[in-house]
């Protein structure tokens, strides 16, 4: 009985609600291209990310997102390991200094591919990316990550390829830190 009641009631109670207004939006020139370019980018970049270091490829520990900013441009970030690098389990607790040793080894090999990814990758997400004015900038970033009980001297913890749209594969910024 009280269910009765209570029904009309609600339904009095949202009818006598303002009505919601829904601002309507008038879209940037083409941003559905805009954001069909991003996604087509970010799986070419994934493609191109996992072919780096061939035999001993890298690790790849998350997809490319990428993210177009009005007026400044589009910036793609990754976030990887140089190799698959092996984790303590029970059957093997401790890395032993030669094993630690042949990890940097191999990681130093893959940084040298991945620089030279990185520029080709920049140079092929600034020509797909039409939509976007020359003078933007087009940013590649790359997270690498690493164990606790790593050796990682010599190597960045993140790698940044930027430069404007239009700028000469040659004059495009690669940062380390």
């Known amino acids: 009985m009280k269910l009765a009641i209570l029904c009309p009631m609600a339904a009095l109670a949202l009818a006598a609600q303002a009505p919601l ?3 309507a939006v008038s879209p940037a020139s083409a941003p559905t291209s805009m954001r069909q370019m991003m996604a087509d980018e970010e799986k070419r970049l994934d493609t191109k990310i996992s072919q780096v270091g061939g035999a001993d490829p890298v690790y790849i520990l998350g997809l490319t997102r990428g993210l177009y900013l009005a007026g400044y441009g589009a ?3 990754e976030e990887l390991d140089l190799i698959q690098s092996p984790r303590p389990n029970p059957f093997h607790q401790q ?7 042949t990890i940097h080894q191999r990681k130093l090999a893959n940084l040298t591919a991945l620089r030279k990814s990185l520029r080709d990758m920049w140079a092929d997400a600034a020509a ?3 939509a976007m004015p020359d003078n933007e900038q087009v940013v ?3 997270r690498l990550l690493y164990q606790s009980w790593e050796n990682t001297s010599g190597l960045p913890s993140q790698v940044v390829v930027k430069g404007p749209r239009k700028a000469s594969p040659a004059a495009i910024q690669m940062d380390e830190q």
């Open 95 to 101: 890395m032993t200094d030669k094993e630690i040793a």
């Open 128 to 130: 797909s990316l039409t």
């Open 140 to 142: 590649v970033a790359v």
């Open 21 to 23: 207004k829904v601002a």
């Open 75 to 77: 910036v793609f970030t």
